[in-house]
């Protein structure tokens, strides 16, 4: 157990492997009960609304979305996609940026593979050298 500064209030304490120590841990437990109680008894409710009527920051109501805690509740809020800045209801990317970055990754693969192919140096080598592997 090494000590450990938390990432939410900066107090040092004993930990495992968490960044919050367990009183911010507890408070935002706390928080999520606030926000979840107004949702619920308020329905529809944008974030800075719940904000001003809970106290729990937009930073922390936001996390909660991306978290996907308030997903079976049906409300309205949502959080901008970090890439194209479309609403969404939870995570932190839109389904189509998702489906874009995890395409992104694997064009990459393509474009060394090419690389191995254009330089041309000793192409029967290369060819050997590859299937050797
Ligand atoms: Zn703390
Ligand atoms: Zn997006």
Do not use: W
């Not at 507890?26 to 329905?43: H, L, P, S």
């Not at 809970?54 to 978290?67: L, M, Y």
Request: proline share 2%.
């Amino acid at each position: 157990m090494g000590l450990k500064k938390c990432n939410r209030c900066g107090q040092v304490f004993a930990s495992n492997h968490k960044d919050i120590c367990p009183d911010c841990e507890d408070e935002i437990e706390e928080n999520f009960k606030k926000v979840r109680d107004y949702i619920y008894d308020n329905g529809q409710a944008s974030i800075p609304q719940i904000h001003e009527e809970t106290g729990v920051s937009i930073k922390e109501i936001k996390q909660f979305i991306r978290e996907g805690r308030l997903v079976e509740y049906d409300i309205d809020v949502s959080v901008e996609c970090k890439k194209c800045g479309k609403k969404i209801k939870s995570g932190n990317y839109c389904s189509e940026c998702t489906e874009e970055l995890s395409k992104g990754l694997s064009s990459k693969e393509e474009e060394s593979k090419k690389d191995i192919k254009t330089t041309k140096t000793g192409k029967m080598h290369t060819r050997r050298d590859r299937r050797k592997k």
